[in-house]
């Protein structure tokens, strides 16, 4: 298929899941609570708060905390893979245009495609392995006796580690996500903009809290 008609597709598969994610920004700073992304950063923060205000929840706090980065390493390790597949077989693409003794690289928009999915796939993987070095560090301050003077010292630095924690985690997945859409439009340019539409009015039921839940404080 001719780039005249492979190059606009791929822009507007890029430019929706871009929009989106701008557009979800701007919700975010105007009305934060509407948005499930703040609500839960909030419940793991109070969570955090409720654990650390009654002793004898250690072990249950370093309990959750371990599903939560096992989860984070999961996707860490799925996106790993993907990045590794997805490198090697763009790897004759990148090499016939980086080669090119005719003069500047040529390149074509199925590169750039494969290009911004191995951008996704390394942003997946840097974000899913930083919400496991947070959570890790969660883990050590939830393993403190409540009430003790370490447990003291570390609980602003615990709030803080679980929401960037949560968030990155968050970022991770999202990544992992908006691969569908590239690839499809790496299969067939004009799949990727019908893809990204579809991934865009899924991950909005996800992003925006139901109406019937309780507005938070």
Same mark, same amino acid.
């Given at each position: 298929?001719?780039? *005249? %008609?492979?190059?606009? +597709?791929?822009?507007?598969?890029?430019? =929706? %899941?871009?929009? !989106?994610?701008?557009?979800?920004?701007?919700?975010?700073? @105007?009305?934060?609570?509407?948005?499930? @992304?703040? +609500?839960? +950063?909030? *419940?793991?923060?109070?969570?955090?708060?409720?654990?650390?205000?009654?002793?004898?929840?250690?072990?249950?706090?370093?309990?959750?905390?371990?599903?939560?980065?096992?989860?984070?390493?999961?996707?860490?390790?799925?996106?790993?893979?993907?990045?590794? #597949?997805?490198?090697? *077989?763009?790897?004759?693409?990148?090499?016939?245009?980086?080669?090119?003794?005719?003069?500047?690289? !040529? &390149?074509? $928009? @199925? *590169?750039? %495609?494969? =290009?911004?999915?191995? +951008? &996704?796939?390394?942003?997946?993987?840097?974000?899913?392995?930083? $919400?496991?070095?947070? !959570?890790?560090?969660? #883990?050590?301050?939830?393993?403190? /006796?409540?009430?003790?003077?370490?447990?003291?010292?570390?609980?602003?630095?615990?709030?803080?580690?679980?929401?960037?924690?949560?968030? =990155?985690?968050?970022?991770?997945?999202?990544?992992?996500?908006?691969?569908?859409?590239?690839?499809?439009?790496?299969?067939?340019?004009?799949?990727?903009?019908?893809?990204?539409?579809?991934?865009?009015?899924?991950? !909005?039921?996800?992003?925006?809290? #139901?109406?019937?839940?309780? /507005?938070?404080?």
């Amino acid at each position: 298929m001719s780039d *005249l %008609l492979t190059w606009p +597709a791929a822009l507007v598969t890029v430019a =929706l %899941l871009v929009g !989106y994610e701008l557009a979800l920004l701007v919700e975010q700073r @105007r009305r934060p609570a509407r948005l499930g @992304r703040s +609500a839960h +950063a909030t *419940l793991r923060q109070e969570w955090f708060a409720a654990v650390s205000a009654h002793p004898g929840s250690e072990i249950l706090a370093v309990q959750t905390l371990r599903n939560s980065l096992m989860s984070a390493t999961m996707t860490a390790s799925t996106a790993l893979l993907a990045l590794i #597949g997805a490198a090697t *077989l763009s790897a004759p693409s990148l090499h016939a245009s980086f080669s090119d003794t005719a003069g500047l690289p !040529y &390149l074509s $928009a @199925r *590169l750039a %495609l494969e =290009l911004v999915l191995i +951008a &996704l796939l390394f942003a997946s993987i840097v974000s899913s392995a930083m $919400a496991v070095r947070f !959570y890790n560090h969660v #883990g050590f301050i939830c393993g403190m /006796p409540v009430g003790s003077d370490a447990r003291q010292h570390w609980t602003t630095a615990g709030t803080r580690y679980v929401r960037r924690a949560g968030i =990155l985690y968050s970022w991770g997945l999202r990544h992992l996500i908006f691969v569908a859409p590239i690839l499809a439009s790496i299969v067939h340019p004009l799949a990727g903009p019908p893809a990204a539409i579809i991934i865009i009015v899924v991950m !909005y039921g996800f992003d925006h809290r #139901g109406v019937d839940e309780p /507005p938070l404080p």
